[in-house]
């Protein structure tokens, strides 16, 4: 059974006078940090359990995401398809893609694949994949990034398609794709074989890594700003020495999307300090978005917690229970 730290429900009177002074409420269900058992308490083929498990979640989140960049790609397909017919039956030019691209800008503003260069690209997609089959069966295991660089690097369609599936079946990454372009790879390895099958791309390949960083299908999803936040607490913590020099001496690092448990819900706390000279702790919530007040509610919910948790471990005295609070826009 994994080891829990509880927080009292009803912190010691001081406590509670401290933090409704600082107009914090207390929690109306009990709080906990989960706190994961040591490796030496485990059963016997845990090891090869958790091996399987991992593969499998791996495989599952590749597959997901996948599906995400086909229903992407067909969906430029599409958009292309209609740029092309309206073009050859309209008389579309230039100046209606601008205009199209502000309108479905407006309509999308999350979306940054809508620009007027993006949706030309939908265009030339379109044109130069005629065959439906090979944009269901083949495309969809490329990044747009690697589809972009097919459509900019590579003319002969022959060529363009024996690229496409040695990207796939290799997994190359988008940098590594326009390597073996420009070294004409092609005539080494031979002519393209139209007998193309439906593959996923290696589990542990750049590209397989790549597609989960593409910004044109997490905007497409409506992701992205979680995103981003993830990539600000990476990049502090990646350098969390300079970071915690900047904060001023007395902090210490305690964990990263620690867990937390206040009754049936789950949360996790961005990232979690400990000064050691204050004797508090410091809770920081990370945004990649504008202001919102409701932050304060949320930042307020993690300070009780931190706050009950301090109180069952000192001597009841508030000055040992305060909690700063830090909020990073980016």
Known sequence: MAARTRITKKPPAPVAEARRAKGRAPLDEQARFPVAPTKAALPDGYGDALVDIRRRIEQARLKAVLDANATMIGLYWGVGRVILARQANAGWGARVIDRLSADLRAAFPDMSGLSPRNLRYMRDFASAWPDPEIVQRLLPN??????????????????????????????WSRS????????????????????????????????????????????????????????????????????????????????????????????????????????????????????????????????????????????????????????MNS
């Open 142 to 171: 490329l990044p747009w990034g690697q589809n972009v660089v097919l459509l900019d690097k590579v003319r002969d369609p022959t060529h363009r398609l024996w690229y496409a599936q040695q990207c796939v079946q290799q997994g």
């Open 176 to 327: 590594v794709l326009v390597l073996q372009i420009e070294r004409r790879l092609h005539e080494r390895r031979g002519k393209s074989q139209n007998n193309f099958v439906q593959t996923l791309p290696p589990a542990d390949s750049d590209l397989a890594a790549q597609v989960f960083k593409d910004p044109y299908l997490f905007d497409f999803l409506g992701t992205a700003n979680p995103r981003r936040e993830r990539e600000v607490e990476q990049a502090l913590v990646d350098h969390v020495q300079r970071f915690l020099l900047e904060l001023g001496s007395g902090f210490a690092f305690v964990g990263r999307q620690v867990p937390l448990e206040v009754g049936d819900h789950d949360f996790v706390i961005d990232l979690l300090f400990y000064h050691l000279k204050l004797r508090c702790y410091v809770v920081v919530e990370l945004k990649a978005v504008a202001f919102d007040p409701g932050f304060v509610g949320q930042l307020n919910l993690y300070l009780s917690a931190v706050d009950d948790g301090c109180a069952t471990r000192t001597t009841n005295r508030p000055s040992d229970c305060c909690c700063v609070e830090a909020r």
